[in-house]
């Protein structure tokens, strides 16, 4: 922890106070980010690359969309159909594959399938960069092909037009394909609030650095949420004001909900939901989204169980299980990794590979991966923080010691900010340090911690995890979601450590993280 007194003044704010000096201080940032801070941009993209994508759509005379099946890829899908009709193109088709028949990325099926309706032109957005082998068979068919990606390139595509943020300049080269198609659609003044909303959650959902285009995109996307009610996303969540964290929290993964539970809902009804402005059918929908997104977490919690008691001493978990969900297979390799600081891969056996999904916040799993043998896979691709992975069942077990002996020569990364101990803070200079929003990726603000005051009781949330109740203290609580942790820790701990927020009826509260 670091004592707040000791922190230093960034003058570089000095019309602001002395906290918001010292907090934004800490986090060390360039003179570029500073300006973006002071100075918000706003820029077009003029690379010649975006009249190519849309002379594409214009000259398409019946489009197929294929897209993919988490946030930015219905996101994507669905701004791109948008920009379609907006052109003209009366003939849009658009298709999600299904995460478990299919798995990620084009195939032939589709192709075969898209020329049979008469499509001319074909549309991959949010994937397309590893699609070779279909490419080319679309088009053998005579099928115009284009791509909006952002994953990897690892082998050049041929004849292909391509939208992808590498072959843009700095401010736009770190999107995603939600903000590679808001870039169109800026281009032709098409900038609805349904388009600014959609790039925005996208952006936040693929975890993209808040800089340069990504900063605008956001903070356009947050304003037009907060100042047009967008029914299609306020049917998702009870929030009344929007900020990134509240669509990284409250509506990402309910959108994300229907694509893991793919064996009992199609992702193709989210682009639907997300283009109708039937206010019916958008409720309708959106009851049946809040309904899987709770099946999600069930099936979550019962995992995370399964997956917990499997942890051991080494130095990284690797956790097999059959009985585990395949669609939470992430999202619970994300909570086994948080909680015990070490990288974990979770697998489950699906015909002749198991299907994984590792999460690292020590480590970069991109380094690990790049070094064991790559035949171990059926396929495989991500981050530096996420990986999916099909391994091939006769080489589990090399697989497995392979990645354990890797994973002790990597250097390990501390993605963690020291907390800052606080005495007091007031609303008003929280409200002056939030005109800096959106915060995420890149510019996240530091962990407060606050030593734990004498007079206090502990309540008990049913189901959710516990609430420090204070007396005689400049905080009235502090709610920790955590149904893990023994009251006796929580009466043992000095310090709580967490994150501050305002809330529109009972002004400030305090989330815990973690208490020490």
């Not at 032939?108 to 070779?132: F, P, R």
């Amino acid at each position: 922890m670091i004592n707040y007194n000791n922190l230093q003044k960034d003058t570089r704010f000095k019309d602001y106070s002395e906290f918001t000096q010292k907090i934004l201080g800490s986090l060390n940032l360039s003179d570029m980010q500073v300006d973006q801070l002071l100075t918000p941009r706003y820029q077009v993209c003029e690379d010649i690359i975006i009249d190519d994508v849309i002379d594409f759509i214009k000259n398409s005379k019946k489009l197929m969309i294929f897209g993919d099946y988490d946030a930015d890829g219905v996101a994507s899908t669905s701004i791109s159909i948008m920009i379609a009709k907006h052109l003209g193109i009366e003939d849009v088709g658009y298709y999600i594959p299904n995460r478990f028949e299919e798995g990620y990325g084009l195939n032939t099926e589709i192709v075969k399938a898209s020329y049979l309706k008469g499509y001319s032109h074909l549309l991959l957005v949010d994937n397309g960069v590893k699609a070779h082998t279909e490419i080319e068979y679309a088009k053998s068919l005579g099928l115009k092909v284009a791509v909006v990606d952002h994953h990897l390139i690892e082998e050049p595509l041929d004849d292909v037009l391509l939208l992808h943020p590498e072959y843009l300049e700095g401010y736009f080269n770190t999107m995603c394909a939600s903000g590679l198609m808001y870039l169109v659609a800026e281009r032709l003044n098409f900038l609805t609030p349904k388009i600014k909303a959609y790039a925005a959650l996208a952006t936040i959902a693929d975890v993209m650095p808040l800089w340069n285009k990504n900063r605008e995109i956001v903070k356009v996307g947050l304003e037009a949420m907060n100042e047009n009610p967008i029914a299609n996303i306020d049917a998702l969540s009870k929030v009344k004001n929007y900020s990134a964290k509240d669509l990284a929290f409250q509506v990402v993964p309910k959108i994300n909900s229907v694509g893991r539970m793919a064996d009992i809902v199609n992702m193709n009804t989210m682009v639907k939901y997300l283009l109708s402005d039937d206010e019916v059918l958008i409720q309708q929908y959106a009851k049946q989204v809040l309904s899987i997104n709770d099946l999600r977490k069930n099936k979550g919690k019962t995992a995370k169980n399964i997956a917990m008691r499997q942890v051991d001493e080494g130095p990284i978990n690797i956790i097999i299980d059959n009985s585990i969900h395949e669609g939470v297979l992430g999202i619970v390799a994300n909570q086994v990794c948080n909680y015990t600081m070490k990288p974990a891969i979770l697998l489950k056996r699906s015909g002749d590979v198991y299907k994984g999904s590792g999460r690292s916040n020590t480590i970069s799993l991109k380094d690990l991966f790049s070094k064991i043998n790559p035949d171990y896979f059926e396929a495989f691709g991500g981050h530096d923080f996420a990986f999916g992975m099909s391994v091939k069942s006769e080489m589990i077990e090399s697989f497995i010691e392979d990645v354990e002996t890797v994973v002790l020569t990597l250097p390990k990364k501390d993605i963690k900010q020291e907390a800052i101990l606080i005495d007091n803070v007031s609303i008003s200079l929280l409200q002056e340090l939030k005109q800096f929003e959106p915060f995420g990726e890149g510019f996240q603000l530091p962990m407060f911690a606050l030593e734990k005051p004498k007079s206090y009781k502990i309540i008990r949330l049913n189901g959710y995890g516990y609430k420090y109740v204070f007396d005689d203290f400049w905080l009235k609580d502090a709610v920790y979601f955590n149904t893990e942790i023994s009251q006796n820790e929580l009466h043992r701990a000095q310090y709580l450590v967490g994150s501050f927020n305002i809330h529109p009826r009972f002004g400030l509260s305090f989330l815990l993280d973690m208490v020490k």
